[in-house]
Structure formats: C-alpha cells, structure tokens
C-alpha cells in the first residue's frame, strides 16, 4: 500500500522569499504563508515553504510580503537542536505555485511586482503555454 502526502494551501506571504544556494549549488527559496481559518476556530495557520530551483527562483523574483499564492506540494518534517532540545519543524515543500492575478485589493500594499524578462517569458511560456501580451508578467 502507497502513503499520499499531499497539501494545497492559500494565503498570504509572511514575508519576503529568501533564495540562498546549496552546497551542491542548487537554489532553495524559502518564505511564510499565512493562512485564515474560518469558523468558530478563526485564527491563522502558518506554514514554512521551500521551493527549489528555477520555481524558487521565480517565485524570488515576483512574489513579495502581502502577495496571494496557492501552493500545492507535499509535507516534509526536519530536525534540528535548539537549546540543547530537539526541536521538529515542518516545511511544505512545493512543487506548484499559483502566482494568481495582481490586483490592488489582493495584494494590500505589497510592493509592485517587476516585469518579467524575455528569458523568464520564455521558460514560463514552455512550462505552461502562450502568456498574454499586454500583462509582462507570467503568472
């Protein structure tokens, strides 16, 4: 029998994503997405995103705190000490990312997002078909 590991989340980013190199030298771009909960138990969940290589890399480049994502991936616990304790962490480890539409009200002040590359167009553009013209910006 195969386990499933599988989660799709919507929200906001927590703050701004953080792409730093491997020792190998494979990118990794980390950020928070904070997701509201509804109902009588309204509050937020928190979730710790890892992104690799070129996706972490476009998501470095256009996505900013404030920004609305839906990410779908799966989740993989890692562990480390911290204070003489053993501590778990759990990070959603995304394998897509939905950049979604950038409207005003969406993205509540987060900063303008850059108009894509040719370069990025066109990698963009294979992954997942004809981009608009007049939008400059692949997602």
């Not at 998501?59 to 779908?72: M, N």
């Not at 409207?103 to 167009?121: H, I, M, V």
Request: neutral net charge; aromatic residues 8%; contains cysteine.
């Amino acid at each position: 029998m195969s386990s499933i590991n599988t989660i799709t989340i919507s929200g906001r980013l927590g703050r701004d994503p953080e792409t730093r190199q491997t020792q190998s030298g494979k990118s990794i771009c980390s950020f928070s997405v904070a997701v509201d909960r509804r109902g009588k138990d309204a509050g937020t969940d928190w979730f710790a995103v890892t992104v690799w290589e070129r996706l972490g890399e476009l998501c470095q480049e256009f996505l900013a705190k404030g920004r609305h994502v839906t990410i779908s991936g799966r989740m993989q616990s890692r562990q480390y000490e911290k204070d003489g304790q053993k501590v778990t962490a759990w990070d959603l480890v995304a394998n897509d990312v939905d950049f979604g539409p950038r409207t005003d009200a969406q993205d509540n002040g987060a900063p303008p997002r850059r108009q894509a590359s040719q370069a990025t167009r066109q990698t963009v553009q294979q992954a997942w078909g004809p981009l608009p013209e007049d939008d400059g910006v692949p997602f």
